[in-house]
């Protein structure tokens, strides 16, 4: 399996370790696996304490490039702390077709089954809910007199003041 590493460094380096220490997690997790690891994307702080994200940006043209079948990353952390930005970036791996592992047992059990979870189990409803509901909105294009409208269409409809 081709998979692609991601790191962040945390502002609090006992929290998830430095990037260095991440990265061999990940190197160490892919050679027991046996998977090929393609890249190693990380996300430093810029000098003045801001996190950035060029990274994560490699990481999302290396799979929408289709070169990578899963992400692994040291813990769902390294996404975001905050479980709800980590539930809209695992959706967005997975509507990109991509597994995502982790090296933590935990955040396993969590990947498999988000049962175990309730709020992860909620926010993963609503984003499905949201993903129905954009899908079903796009399916429908808009139509006058029976002609559907093409997105390139400027549609002026001009309304009496008298009607109004």
């Not at 079948?69 to 970036?89: K, W």
């Not at 077709?97 to 988000?114: K, P, Y």
């Not at 129905?132 to 400027?154: H, L, R, T």
Request: hydrophobic share 40%; aromatic share 4%; with cysteine.
């Amino acid at each position: 399996m081709r998979v692609v590493g991601y790191v962040r460094e945390f502002s609090d380096r006992s929290h998830g370790g430095s990037i260095f220490a991440q990265s061999e997690r990940i190197r160490r997790w892919t050679s027991e696996q046996g998977y090929q690891l393609l890249a190693m994307c990380q996300d430093v702080r810029s000098p003045g304490g801001e996190p950035l994200d060029e990274g994560f940006r490699a990481l999302l043209e290396i799979v929408g490039a289709g070169h990578a079948d899963a992400v692994v990353v040291p813990s769902l952390e390294a996404f975001s702390s905050d479980l709800l930005m980590q539930e809209v970036i695992l959706q967005d791996l997975r509507d990109r077709s991509v597994r995502v592992i982790s090296t933590t047992d935990a955040d396993t059990e969590v990947l498999a089954d988000a049962q175990l979870d309730s709020a992860r189990l909620l926010i993963r409803d609503v984003l499905t809910r949201r993903t129905e509901y954009e899908q079903s909105m796009s399916a429908q294009k808009p139509q006058i007199d029976g002609e559907a409208v093409s997105d390139n269409d400027v549609v002026i409809e001009l309304i009496s003041a008298q009607t109004a």
